[in-house]
Antibody, heavy 120, light 104 residues
């Protein structure tokens, strides 16, 4: 079964850091382009960033609100995608989803998300 | 940055109704437009890609059309399992604000 499972969410104070993980299975993870998307409480979906595969240069892109604070990385030996989040703000509070770009322009498969709450 | 505007933000409909949601891009995006369905507590689900191509496993009552700046998603006969929030997306990036389809 093709699957993505996020973990690592929790409560963190403003200015703090958190690392999210996304474990993939059932597909060739090494070749996968992978994205992070978030949804703040009561709000819509917001694209966070993406990494291409190593074979495609492992290019990473970020949305403006998280650029220079968030870093996407991957460990293909563990079939795991990461999102390192630093200098967290209250507005980063959201459910964070990882997604597989099976095609370059689509988010074909999603996990069920992990919740991040930034609050003092 | 490209902005995506959906309308309406919510609608009420009955089982069997034909439902159409529109999405407008702030500049031409060709056919780089996707539609997703999202239910609370679940993973979002890709319905339509490249403006009009049906994702595998998605019922044929879902269809998409449009190009350039104006796009639409149509559900030909609404089923109980279709009550959800629908999002358009430009390529792999910017989402519309969502359209919640509720029971009338």
């Amino acid at each position: 079964e093709v699957q993505l499972v996020e973990s690592g969410g929790g409560l963190v104070e403003p200015g703090g850091s958190l690392r999210l993980s996304c474990a993939g299975s059932g597909f060739r993870f090494t070749d996968a382009w992978l994205s992070w998307v978030r949804q703040a409480p009561g709000k819509g979906l917001e694209w966070v960033g993406r990494t291409k595969s190593k074979g495609s240069g492992e290019t990473r892109e970020y949305a403006a609100p998280v650029k220079d604070r968030f870093t996407i990385s991957r460990d293909d030996s563990e079939n795991t995608l990461y999102l390192q989040m630093n200098s967290l703000k209250t507005e980063d509070t959201a459910m964070y989803f990882c997604s597989w770009n099976q095609r370059p322009d689509t988010l074909d498969l999603w996990g069920r998300g992990t919740m991040v709450t930034v609050s003092s | 940055d490209i902005q995506m505007t959906q309308s309406p933000s919510s609608l009420s409909a009955s089982i069997g109704d034909r439902v159409t949601i529109t999405c407008r891009a702030s500049q031409s995006i060709g056919t780089s437009l996707n539609w997703y369905q999202h239910k609370p507590g679940k993973a979002p689900n890709l319905l339509i890609y490249a403006a009009s191509s049906l994702q595998g496993g998605v019922p044929s009552r879902f269809s998409g059309s449009g190009s350039g700046t104006d796009f639409s998603l149509t559900i030909s006969a609404l089923q109980l399992e279709d009550f959800a929030t629908y999002y358009c997306q430009e390529s792999y990036r910017t989402f519309g604000q969502g359209t919640k389809v509720e029971v009338k």
